[in-house]
């Protein structure tokens, strides 16, 4: 089991029935649990306390329920049997029901708005009604054939994919896009589409962007579909490889599709089909599969974790026992915990992806029991109370086995905690504002910087001062050398120096014209970049700090990168420009343009051939631009919609952190997906990785530190 992962249950919760069917509500704090047959009832249960909040009886099992705001909305029964009711959240009364339908199958509007309901036998032609969540009043009705019989099993959910106003249905013939607010019909006898995507086969499943943009269709013969979710005109359109088995599920953000088989489960990238991982089962625990027992995959809200599980085996009238239950990072598929010998009828992550709940199945007759884990962040320290939270203003993380992670808070404080755990190793108060910070000597100490002109290293051991700096002015900023034995100031006093990371002994210091704001110092430790008052850039050699050259922007520079080869110096400035120049001479290799001020830069750990500037904007664009083909137009990664604050890589990993707001993700540059999406309370104030433990931790102005093990392989 990896680092981060779940290990245990938080809490194991029983009820009352056999479990069917299992569903958080929206804060979190509770979960609505359905009886599958033979059993009947519905209960809340508390997720901290396992408390039951409320238990009432059904006409006949659960088959589907999904909570929905103040509501949560069901199908009990199914065939000649099948209704629909909705209950209240709050106390668990029914408030509708339809038991004028014969229900087959439904599936539940994600935004919670509408239920759309597949009504009439197997054959003779089924219909599908659009009812509304709150009151189950029909909003339209199509009086044709729809498919949602697929692999041998019923999918809930299968039949629509849905927005406010889209609502998009599987047909015998495509994928038709109507609007159920405005009363639009799907035939020409009631109505017209809005449009239609025409299908070779049975769709295995579709989903809207959630801005409606797109919409994806995946079919059973594994082709792939994006269309506009406006008008229906074709994106792209590939082939995935289709694995034994019947379950598809895309991911919230739409850019992967994972195929779960009877022996294995495979994660695809949509836009090319392009296989990223397979997790496989163990083949001894693996034997006669049940569609209506096996539970499809489950990604969390935030794309970062897929819950799988294995088919199952037993008999139409008694489970045996077996199967095995996994949790992997996505959407490379990493596996992060397994539960083996865990026959599941559910997974399901509440609405931010930070708890986990299981189903494990029947222990005896009549009673179930759901277990909750946690899937958050590996450590999560909080300094300060909700009441007064001490900013963080930076952050760093160390490895070399020890896994250090240092932070500087608004209160003069500089803290080092143990990464793992969160264990604060001590507490130093610094004499000034703290302003950055830095381990140096391969996390035996490391450096903080402050506004009243005062450098200083501490020792991560003792926890005493080794030695401080005095500087004529704030220091703003400092970098480490690769090999930890030096460390550079940026200094208001309009110098840069250069530090023995041992003794603070200074090797050299270089006057500029203006206050310095930046400093970084390439990988080969031959030179450091500086960037000043002055709206320029200067490289000056790691042996006396005498300017090779500089370069003038038209605005502040906010970001500077040194190639991971030394060969280049990227800037990125308010002026809203990025310049990548070869570091001996300053030449220009290529500049990227964006639409407003560039604020962070840095550079992709591929090779010379292949090797590309990636930066950031006040708009919230990333875009990747090659050196290879300096003329070729930058390749849009991401587009946040807040300003993008950092940027940072995690050595020869193909990925880049990007801080917006309160939000960090981690995108595959070379898979052109998203790996991981990490969420804040309060905006996010720095962000720093650490090649050696592949670790990242970030600081949050509401006094949160959080240390992730970094995604990917």
């Given at each position: 089991?990896?680092?981060?992962?779940?290990?245990?249950?938080?809490?194991?919760?029983?009820?009352?029935?056999?479990?069917?069917?299992?569903?958080?509500?929206?804060?979190?704090?509770?979960?609505?649990?359905?009886?599958?047959?033979?059993?009947?009832?519905?209960?809340?249960?508390?997720a901290t306390t396992g408390g039951m909040a409320?238990?009432?009886?059904?006409?006949?099992?659960?088959?589907?329920?999904?909570?929905?705001?103040?509501?949560?909305?069901?199908?009990?029964?199914?065939?000649?049997?099948?209704?629909?009711?909705?209950?209240?959240?709050?106390?668990?009364?029914?408030?509708?029901?339809?038991?004028?339908?014969?229900?087959?199958?439904?599936?539940?509007?994600?935004?919670?708005?509408?239920?759309?309901?597949?009504?009439?036998?197997?054959?003779?032609?089924?219909?599908?009604?659009?009812?509304?969540?709150?009151?189950?009043?029909?909003?339209?009705?199509?009086?044709?054939?729809?498919?949602?019989?697929?692999?041998?099993?019923?999918?809930?959910?299968?039949?629509?994919?849905?927005?406010?106003?889209?609502?998009?249905?599987?047909?015998?013939?495509?994928?038709?896009?109507?609007?159920?607010?405005?009363?639009?019909?799907?035939?020409?006898?009631?109505?017209?589409?809005?449009?239609?995507?025409?299908?070779?086969?049975?769709?295995?499943?579709?989903?809207?962007?959630?801005?409606?943009?797109?919409?994806?269709?995946?079919?059973?013969?594994?082709?792939?579909?994006?269309?506009?979710?406006?008008?229906?005109?074709?994106?792209?359109?590939?082939?995935?490889?289709?694995?034994?088995?019947?379950?598809?599920?895309?991911?919230?953000?739409?850019?992967?599709?994972?195929?779960?088989?009877?022996?294995s489960a495979a994660m695809y990238l949509v836009?090319?089909?392009?296989?990223?991982?397979?997790?496989?089962?163990?083949?001894?625990?693996?034997?006669?599969?049940?569609?209506?027992?096996?539970?499809?995959?489950?990604?969390?809200?935030?794309?970062?974790?897929?819950?799988?599980?294995?088919?199952?085996?037993?008999?139409?009238?008694?489970?045996?026992?077996?199967?095995?239950?996994?949790?992997?990072?996505?959407?490379?598929?990493?596996?992060?915990?397994?539960?083996?010998?865990?026959?599941?009828?559910?997974?399901?992550?509440?609405?931010?992806?930070?708890?986990?709940?299981?189903?494990?199945?029947?222990?005896?007759?009549?009673?179930?029991?759901?277990?909750?884990?946690?899937?958050?962040?590996?450590?999560?320290?909080?300094?300060?109370?909700?009441?007064?939270?001490?900013?963080?203003?930076?952050?760093?993380?160390?490895?070399?086995?020890?896994?250090?992670?240092?932070?500087?808070?608004?209160?003069?404080?500089?803290?080092?905690?143990?990464?793992?755990?969160?264990?604060?190793?001590?507490?130093?108060?610094?004499?000034?504002?703290?302003?950055?910070?830095?381990?140096?000597?391969?996390?035996?100490?490391?450096?903080?910087?402050?506004?009243?002109?005062?450098?200083?290293?501490?020792?991560?051991?003792?926890?005493?001062?080794?030695?401080?700096?005095?500087?004529?002015?704030?220091?703003?900023?400092?970098?480490?050398?690769?090999?930890?034995?030096?460390?550079?100031?940026?200094?208001?006093?309009?110098?840069?120096?250069?530090?023995?990371?041992?003794?603070?002994?200074?090797?050299?210091?270089?006057?500029?014209?203006?206050?310095?704001?930046?400093?970084?110092v390439s990988p080969d430790a031959s030179f450091?970049?500086?960037?000043?008052?002055?709206?320029?850039?200067?490289?000056?050699?790691?042996?006396?700090?005498?300017?090779?050259?500089?370069?003038?922007?038209?605005?502040?520079?906010?970001?500077?990168?040194?190639?991971?080869?030394?060969?280049?110096?990227?800037?990125?400035?308010?002026?809203?420009?990025?310049?990548?120049?070869?570091?001996?001479?300053?030449?220009?290799?290529?500049?990227?343009?964006?639409?407003?001020?560039?604020?962070?830069?840095?550079?992709?750990?591929?090779?010379?051939?292949?090797?590309?500037?990636?930066?950031?904007?006040?708009?919230?664009?990333?875009?990747?631009?090659?050196?290879?083909?300096?003329?070729?137009?930058?390749?849009?990664?991401?587009?946040?919609?807040?300003?993008?604050?950092?940027?940072?890589?995690?050595?020869?990993?193909?990925?880049?952190?990007?801080?917006?707001?309160?939000?960090?993700?981690?995108?595959?540059?070379?898979?052109?997906?998203?790996?991981?999406?990490?969420?804040?309370?309060?905006?996010?104030?720095?962000?720093?990785?650490?090649?050696?433990?592949?670790?990242?931790?970030?600081?949050?102005?509401?006094?949160?530190?959080?240390?992730?093990?970094?995604?990917?392989?």
């Open positions: 089991m990896m680092t981060g992962s779940p290990a245990s249950p938080a809490i194991t919760i029983s009820v009352p029935f056999d479990i069917g069917t299992l569903d958080w509500t929206d804060d979190g704090a509770h979960l609505v649990v359905g009886a599958t047959s033979p059993a009947t009832g519905l209960a809340k249960v508390d409320w238990n009432v009886s059904l006409s006949a099992w659960c088959q589907c329920h999904q909570a929905v705001g103040p509501n949560v909305v069901l199908q009990i029964g199914g065939g000649a049997m099948g209704v629909i009711a909705g209950h209240d959240l709050g106390t668990g009364k029914q408030i509708w029901r339809r038991g004028d339908l014969t229900v087959q199958v439904v599936g539940i509007d994600p935004a919670g708005e509408w239920v759309a309901a597949v009504t009439g036998g197997q054959t003779g032609g089924p219909s599908i009604l659009i009812l509304d969540t709150t009151d189950g009043k029909t909003v339209a009705q199509y009086a044709q054939p729809v498919n949602y019989f697929v692999g041998g099993g019923y999918a809930p959910g299968f039949i629509s994919g849905s927005t406010s106003e889209r609502l998009a249905v599987a047909t015998e013939t495509g994928v038709a896009v109507v609007n159920p607010k405005a009363g639009a019909a799907l035939y020409p006898e009631t109505g017209s589409a809005l449009f239609t995507v025409p299908t070779a086969s049975d769709v295995r499943t579709m989903a809207f962007a959630d801005d409606g943009a797109t919409l994806t269709i995946v079919e059973t013969n594994g082709q792939v579909t994006v269309v506009d979710g406006g008008s229906g005109s074709q994106i792209s359109r590939c082939n995935v490889e289709e694995p034994t088995g019947k379950f598809a599920v895309l991911s919230p953000d739409r850019r992967v599709v994972a195929l779960a088989g009877d022996l836009s090319t089909g392009r296989c990223l991982g397979t997790v496989t089962w163990d083949p001894g625990n693996v034997s006669i599969i049940f569609d209506s027992d096996q539970p499809p995959p489950a990604f969390s809200p935030d794309a970062r974790w897929i819950a799988m599980v294995t088919a199952i085996y037993g008999t139409p009238h008694g489970i045996l026992g077996g199967g095995e239950a996994k949790l992997a990072a996505a959407p490379v598929p990493s596996l992060m915990a397994e539960f083996p010998d865990a026959y599941v009828r559910a997974v399901v992550f509440n609405r931010t992806g930070e708890r986990l709940a299981i189903v494990p199945g029947p222990l005896q007759q009549g009673t179930g029991l759901i277990e909750v884990y946690a899937t958050g962040p590996m450590t999560e320290i909080a300094v300060g109370s909700a009441q007064s939270p001490v900013q963080v203003i930076g952050v760093d993380v160390t490895g070399r086995g020890i896994k250090l992670a240092a932070g500087i808070f608004s209160d003069q404080h500089a803290r080092l905690y143990d990464a793992e755990d969160g264990t604060l190793k001590y507490d130093r108060l610094h004499p000034g504002n703290l302003t950055d910070i830095a381990f140096v000597m391969n996390g035996d100490g490391f450096v903080t910087a402050g506004t009243d002109g005062v450098a200083t290293r501490w020792g991560t051991g003792s926890g005493l001062p080794a030695w401080t700096v005095q500087h004529a002015g704030p220091v703003n900023a400092l970098a480490c050398s690769p090999a930890g034995d030096m460390v550079c100031t940026a200094s208001q006093d309009k110098t840069v120096r250069c530090l023995d990371a041992v003794t603070g002994n200074e090797r050299w210091r270089t006057a500029l014209l203006q206050g310095v704001k930046r400093v970084a450091v970049v500086a960037a000043a008052a002055d709206r320029a850039a200067y490289v000056l050699a790691m042996t006396d700090g005498t300017e090779r050259w500089h370069v003038t922007h038209g605005g502040p520079i906010l970001g500077l990168a040194v190639s991971p080869d030394h060969a280049w110096v990227a800037t990125a400035s308010l002026d809203g420009l990025v310049r990548v120049l070869a570091s001996d001479t300053g030449a220009l290799l290529r500049t990227v343009s964006h639409v407003s001020g560039a604020t962070s830069v840095v550079f992709t750990a591929d090779n010379q051939d292949n090797q590309s500037v990636i930066s950031g904007s006040q708009d919230g664009a990333v875009l990747m631009s090659s050196l290879a083909a300096p003329g070729a137009a930058p390749v849009p990664l991401a587009h946040f919609q807040v300003p993008v604050t950092k940027l940072t890589t995690c050595g020869t990993e193909p990925s880049v952190a990007v801080a917006g707001h309160k939000m960090v993700r981690i995108l595959d540059y070379s898979l052109r997906a998203e790996l991981a999406r990490f969420s804040h309370d309060a905006p996010v104030s720095d962000i720093a990785a650490d090649p050696v433990s592949r670790l990242l931790a970030t600081g949050a102005s509401d006094g949160g530190i959080r240390v992730y093990p970094w995604p990917g392989q």
